[in-house]
């Protein structure tokens, strides 16, 4: 183990790699970016991450080179480049291990993106409380400043490429695309109405990217293997290279692990994790991140990749798969989820800021034993009128617990409801609002 | 002397990564917090003056994060992750341990103002749950043995060797 080469986390798992400039360069750092800059056209360094496939690994999983190409072509002013390292997802720690470990490769996928679309500055929004990451980060450009990867006239290429580290403050939202260039701005982190896109109007309104440091990462390696090399990987056409999942929960070795998209949820759980911590059955899994609706042992060969995800009611989202064994509380695990929603809604949008507090507060009073057998529908009639009504994809991302949870397990719903209305307690209790 | 005039270098280094003032007001916010372990009225003040804002525009956005604290928080924030993850795992039991050992529950402070509890939602550490935050330092699959070495540690030297390093699970195989 590991049974496939890795990309990603190749240089980290040598003995003593310290992810510094140095050991960095050993490895074949920074070739990719010698290799392109002045060497290969911006338009063919697009077209190269188009053919390899590439897809944004931070949940919605929108094909990068084509990002990139909707940039308008004759646009003279400043255009930008985000690295969207607001990781928060509950299930997904991916991106910290990236940028912590081997802030290099992340950096150089960002001077090639710069490169490719043109921009001069990029900013990476990283998440606020992960300010080891931050200070890793701002060494790392520090460095690359000083060997001139960074910079002006980057590598005596003609090229300016100015990288600098924005941590936002504690708001999950601002992980949305468009909330974190609002937060960038300086704002409340509150998503904007697309369209515009970033692409035509994003950072104080120009030309912006927004790409998750796991795609970036990507990059080098894409650029000095070649695309037919990434294509490969995976499962092609649309799911191709590899993807760091992150396991957590009920397995004995929970972490990251990169392996090929495609691998099946029983591989990566029962070989790479080590299977159940406590050998009890799984009971459930989630695939992608907490705004990924919950699937059941029967999915366990559900292959890892878009489209398998997809069609198995799921998504892959972020990669954030959690195993939670027999004896768990499907309705807990949906309310703690429903919890964590309720939270971070920023309140632009009624459906969501509404909708969340009355999911949470019917969830509540389920699992407290005071529901009674017509919450159900209103639980499904709310998760109805927030999913595809709100301004970004909160709103959707909300009720998949919820929904799913009712969908292989409603009888654990039941069971309370009896419970409750056997014991006369139906009477609901208020509860306390934030 | 004032916040700006403090911090004066640190300021214009901030100014000059962003073409429009505006975009310096989280980082500019935290440098405020560093000063005096919250956002003063006067920070506020000078930052809104500074960034051209009105005072409610500073004010807006200080409130829609919750890392920034509008009143002084203890020497030693503790921040328990709750989320699903971490819960899987035995964040319930880490937070009821901190009650029991200080004394005091979420959103309250020791009488010392040494410590004081928050009970937060995913830190991204999902891996190595259940975790918290104490200050900057990530502190990651706690036991009750650890959380004991932890506290007293801080309490006699301000730091504890158990906090997290750069992140990586599972650690490579040693061959």
């Known amino acids: 183990m590991p049974k496939h080469e890795l990309i990603l986390l190749k240089n980290m798992m040598q003995p003593g790699y310290t992810g510094s400039l140095a050991d960095y360069e050993k490895t074949g750092g920074y070739q990719a970016l010698r290799n392109t800059l002045g060497k ?120 300016n490429v100015d990288v600098w580290v924005h941590r936002g403050a504690g708001a999950y939202i601002c992980g949305e695309e468009t909330a974190l260039l609002e937060s960038l701005e300086g704002k409340r982190g509150l998503p904007r109405i697309k369209p515009p896109f970033p692409a035509t109007h994003g950072l104080y309104n120009k030309p912006t990217v927004v790409n998750n440091v796991e795609t970036l990462a990507n990059l080098p390696h894409i650029i000095t293997r070649g695309p037919e090399w990434f294509a490969a990987i995976g499962s092609p056409p649309k799911s191709t290279g590899t993807r760091v999942f992150c396991v957590s929960g009920h397995v004995k070795r929970p972490g990251n692990y990169e392996v090929p998209m495609g691998m099946t949820v029983r591989e990566l759980v029962y070989e790479y994790a080590g299977g159940m911590r406590s050998n009890k059955p799984l009971k459930a899994f989630i695939p992608g991140g907490a705004s990924a609706p919950f699937l059941t042992p029967a999915h366990l060969d559900v292959k890892l990749d878009f489209e398998h995800v997809a069609a198995a009611g799921s998504m892959l989202g972020s990669g954030g798969v959690t195993v939670m064994e027999e004896g768990t509380s499907m309705v807990w695990a949906a309310l703690r989820l429903m919890e964590f929603f309720y939270h971070e809604s920023c309140g632009k949008c009624s459906p969501c800021r509404e909708g969340s507090s009355w999911l949470v507060q019917t969830m509540r009073r389920i699992f407290a034993k005071r529901g009674r057998m017509e919450d159900l529908e209103t639980l499904l009639d709310l998760c109805k009128n927030i999913a595809g009504r709100t301004v970004c994809a909160f709103g959707d991302a909300e009720v998949a617990p919820i929904q799913s949870t009712l969908k292989h397990w409603r009888h654990e719903y039941v069971d309370l409801i009896n419970e409750a209305e056997a014991a006369n307690l139906i009477r609901p209790e208020p509860v306390a609002r934030r | 002397m004032t916040f700006l005039e403090k911090y004066k270098d640190e300021i214009a280094d901030i100014l000059s990564r962003y073409p429009v003032r505006r975009s310096a007001l989280i980082p500019l916010l935290y440098v405020a ?24 525009q500073v004010y807006e956005t200080i409130t829609f994060y919750t890392m920034f604290n509008l009143k002084p928080a203890g020497t030693f924030h503790i921040q328990v992750c709750k989320s699903l993850m971490c819960a899987l795992v035995g964040s319930d039991t880490v937070i009821e341990w901190i009650k029991t050992k200080l004394g005091i529950g979420p959103g309250e402070s020791t009488a010392d103002g040494l410590f004081s509890l928050s009970v937060v939602e995913c830190l991204a550490a999902c891996g190595t749950g259940p975790m918290m935050q104490i200050n900057e330092d990530y502190y990651e699959q706690l036991t009750e043995n650890k959380l004991d070495r932890i506290l007293t540690d801080l309490r006699s030297t301000g730091t504890s060797p158990l906090k997290s390093g750069p992140f990586m699970w599972p650690e490579p195989v040693k061959t």
């Open chain 1, 40 to 159: 290969i056209a911006p338009a063919d360094v697009t077209a190269i991450v188009r053919k390899s496939g590439l897809r944004g690994r931070g949940g919605a999983g929108f094909p990068t080179g084509v990002k990139w190409g909707f940039l308008p072509k004759d646009y003279q002013g400043p255009r930008y480049l985000c690295c969207n390292a607001d990781e928060s997802e509950p299930g997904t720690f991916k991106d910290r291990q990236l940028m912590e470990r081997d802030p290099h490769q992340v950096l150089e996928g960002i001077v090639l993106a710069c490169y490719a679309i043109g921009s001069e500055t990029a900013y990476i929004y990283i998440r606020g409380e992960m300010v080891l990451g931050s200070k890793i980060l701002e060494h790392a450009i520090g460095e690359a400043r000083a060997a001139g990867y960074i910079g002006k006239n980057v590598l005596g290429s003609g090229i």
């Open chain 2, 33 to 56: 917090q560093r000063d005096q372990g919250y956002v003063t009225e006067s920070a506020m003040q000078e930052i809104a003056h500074l960034l051209r804002l009105t005072p409610p």
